[in-house]
């Protein structure tokens, strides 16, 4: 398939490739777009074909459902069969942005977008590009992540080609996305709410706004046997990197003699050993390649960095990918729960 790479400037916008583009999706092609959180792999959530065409060019699993993106928030109505309370007052005080609310599906929604739940996930973007491109299409766009399932997310186009050129019909490069962690997933059926995912839209964020919310407990630690995540993706190890990556965590001053002991240990077997630090951290590290996600004290900038990171240190090979814990409030908690999946929950605690 030929794919066409449309560069769209998120401060100056040109209409003429969003226009191009959202005939595209229209039409039941794929477009891969930018949103404030990754980039998203889209198609028009009412053609089945699309929708199907989505799963195949990521190679994503059929039974892990896709998330809704809509342009104005008064589409929701015709897309659920009704809008709970709290999710009421979250589009309010959220969208557009970051927070991917569940709620009943209405029959509008084809099956294959839920993989078959009779619950629907809908957001909408605050990036410019996705909504005048979602806008424009006139149609509600399904869209997970746009990189190969099993990859990290990408948070900027040059991710997206490399794992979806020639598999698309068009990606849209609009630069960098702010956030760099995916969409709080939260399920608004129930009573509290209980986020499936953490992401751009924090814990306390939403604490503060409904009083109380829940934690599904698969967010930071493994669940085995015959446990069913509510939230089918939270049960695919969603970044495999080539290394084995191992989180360390404790004290920040334990946390790096830990490392640099590790280093020493995995280099000595003649392992390829690599450190995801922080810039107070990186010059600490001697015999290994040190990547620094950013200051430690600034966690919005370790988000938007952390898939970035996880990818170089792919293509560098690693076979060991050591990573300082950071703290798990905030935003921290999002960029705790990607990390402790890469890391398939190995974690050493000093
Ligand atoms: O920030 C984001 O959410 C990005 C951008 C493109 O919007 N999208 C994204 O989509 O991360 P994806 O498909 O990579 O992740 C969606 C997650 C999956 O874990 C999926 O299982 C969960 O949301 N999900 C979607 N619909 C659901 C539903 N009805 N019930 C439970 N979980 C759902
Ligand atoms: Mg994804």
Known sequence: MKTEIIKIDVNNIDKTGIRYAAEVLRSGGLVAFPTETVYGLGANALNETAVKNIFVAKGRPSDNPLIVHIADKRDVNKLVTYIPECAHILMQEFWPGPITLIMEKSNLIPLSVTAGLNTVGIRMPSNAVAYELIKESGVPVAAPSANTSGRPSPTNASHVIEDLYG?????????????????????????PPVIFRPGGITFEQLEKVLGRVSLDPAILTERKG?????????????YSPKGQVIIIEGALHDVVSKINELIDEYSSKGLRVGVMATNQTSSGYQGAEVISLGDRENAAEIAANLFKVMREFDEKETDIILAESVSSSGIGLA????????AGYNIIKV
């Open 335 to 342: 960029i705790m729960n990607r990390l402790s999946k890469a």
């Open 226 to 238: 015959d446990f069913v995540p509510k939230s089918p993706g939270m049960k695919y190890k969603h």
């Open 167 to 191: 598999r698309v019909d068009v990606i849209i490069d609009a630069g960098n996305c702010s956030v760099g962690v995916e969409s709080t997933v939260l399920d608004t059926t129930s009573s």
